[in-house]
Nanobody
């Protein structure tokens, strides 16, 4: 069974950068549609960026040009490079893998953007 473990969160000042990692085990990420979600305080968990079939990346408008989703197939790891962070990016970030009928989630990693 697929297991996902996120890392790389932390506290950063506005304008700073972080790179989140999601290490997968138990199966190959190539077999799934994958992505990053986030849950801001008091909000629902919402999609941030995804990689679908064919390797096409998609982003929500608020992170376009600032965030980059990528994979390292050799290490079975998903990344989210986040630049020009703002306080509105503060949230718990989750990686996710999807096959028809089932979502897999990591435990989440906290990102706090504050001066």
């Amino acid at each position: 069974q697929l297991k996902l473990v996120e890392s790389g969160g932390g506290v950063v000042q506005p304008g700073g950068s972080l790179r989140l990692s999601c290490a997968a085990s138990g199966d190959t990420l190539d077999n799934y549609a994958i992505g990053w979600f986030r849950r801001a305080p008091g909000q629902t968990r919402d999609v941030v960026a995804t990689i679908g079939s064919g390797g096409r990346a998609s982003y929500i408008d608020s992170v376009k040009g600032r965030f980059t989703i990528s994979t390292d197939n050799a290490n079975n790891t998903l990344y989210l490079q986040m630049n020009s962070l703002t306080p509105e990016d503060t949230a718990v970030y989750y990686c996710s893998a999807y096959i028809p009928g089932r979502y897999y989630w990591g435990q989440g990693t906290q990102v706090t953007v504050s001066s």
